[in-house]
């Protein structure tokens, strides 16, 4: 995948857990793995804008464009 998701990565900076970030934005805990994971095609921008909020980040801090990837489907 092109597209690689460091929400753990921010969520660890924060000292956030799983359940807790996805009660915060709104979301199933179950959701939210598959979005930290890599596995979801999509993200809403409410979504990302509440998970930003929450981890008081930038979008770019959680989403990176890796060129050397496999292309997205």
Same mark, same amino acid.
């Given at each position: 995948?092109?597209?690689?998701?460091?929400?753990?990565?921010?969520?660890?900076?924060?000292?956030?857990?799983?359940?807790?970030?996805?009660? @915060?934005?709104?979301?199933? =805990?179950?959701?939210?793995?598959?979005?930290?994971?890599? @596995?979801?095609? =999509?993200?809403?921008?409410?979504?990302?804008? @509440?998970?930003?909020?929450?981890?008081?980040?930038?979008?770019?801090?959680?989403?990176?464009?890796?060129?050397?990837?496999?292309?997205?489907?």
């Amino acid at each position: 995948m092109k597209i690689v998701i460091n929400l753990d990565v921010m969520m660890a900076k924060r000292k956030i857990s799983s359940n807790e970030l996805a009660e @915060k934005i709104g979301i199933t =805990a179950a959701n939210l793995s598959v979005l930290k994971t890599g @596995k979801a095609k =999509a993200i809403r921008f409410s979504t990302l804008e @509440k998970i930003c909020e929450v981890l008081d980040c930038q979008p770019g801090d959680i989403l990176e464009f890796d060129p050397s990837g496999t292309p997205c489907e």
